[in-house]
């Protein structure tokens, strides 16, 4: 069975704050792909991020940036320079390969950026 | 190019009614997925929908159904509502060669539907 953890409820910070969110998932299979999305009060899910389970590089793309790492399980999300625009709940979500893109998600973790 | 639609956008059904929610999937998208957001939690998967059938489900009742129509557009149907059935209700579309390489989805931007 696929899980995946995000402890924080919520993050609050002050506007230009870099921001962390952290990810735990909990998988059997040997290859699968981690996602981070957006929903913002709107309701939607905005794809942010995907990373495949055999490709542990980890990037950074605009404010954005990721830390993967598969020997603890873990991939967290990094928000740099945070702006108000940034306040939305932010999901982890696993996805086998051979699973058609069934996404299972973390809880959320609201992020709260103030002025 | 218009994203993912779905309609009603918000819904209040009594107890013991049915309810049918409506997807139409972004342009040039065949696949549809549809999943359950109850508040402060994360997604869960109901089911999918490839080629007008139920491709694979996730772990919910036989009162949860659905259909997906030539032209790609698809329904959610829920009989028997529940006070749990409150949730809002999201319609994700992809391209069926896309998730193969789980490329993602598009998810529309829900409908919220409360049960009283």
């Known amino acids: 069975a696929q899980k995946v953890t995000q402890a924080q409820t919520e993050i609050s910070v002050v506007e230009k704050e870099d921001v962390t969110l952290d990810c735990v998932y909990e998988t059997r299979d040997t290859t699968y792909y981690l996602f981070w999305y957006k929903q913002p009060p709107s309701g939607e899910l905005v794809f942010l991020i995907r990373?495949?389970?055999?490709?542990?590089q980890n990037e950074i793309s605009g404010r954005y940036s990721w830390n993967f790492q598969k020997s603890t399980s873990s991939f967290n999300f990094t928000i740099t320079a945070s702006q108000v625009v940034d306040s939305a709940v932010y999901f982890c979500a696993l996805s086998a390969v051979d699973s058609w893109g069934k996404l299972q998600f973390g809880a959320g973790t609201q992020v709260v950026v103030t002025p | 190019d218009a994203g993912v639609t779905q309609s009603p956008t918000h819904l209040i059904k009594t107890r013991g009614q049915q309810v049918t929610l409506r997807c139409s999937p972004k342009s040039g998208h065949d696949t549809v997925s549809w999943y359950q957001q109850a508040l402060g939690q994360g997604p869960q998967f109901i089911f999918q929908y490839y080629e007008e059938e139920e491709r694979q489900r996730g772990n919910f009742p036989d009162r949860f159904s659905g259909h997906q129509y030539p032209n790609y557009s698809s329904e959610l149907n829920v009989n028997a509502l529940l006070l749990g059935d409150s949730a809002l209700y999201l319609c994700?579309?992809?391209?069926?060669?896309?998730?193969?390489?789980?490329?993602?989805?598009?998810f529309g931007s829900g409908t919220r539907l409360t049960v009283v």
């Open positions: 990373r495949n389970s055999f490709d542990e």
């Open positions: 994700a579309s992809s391209l069926a060669s896309g998730l193969t390489f789980n490329y993602g989805y598009t």
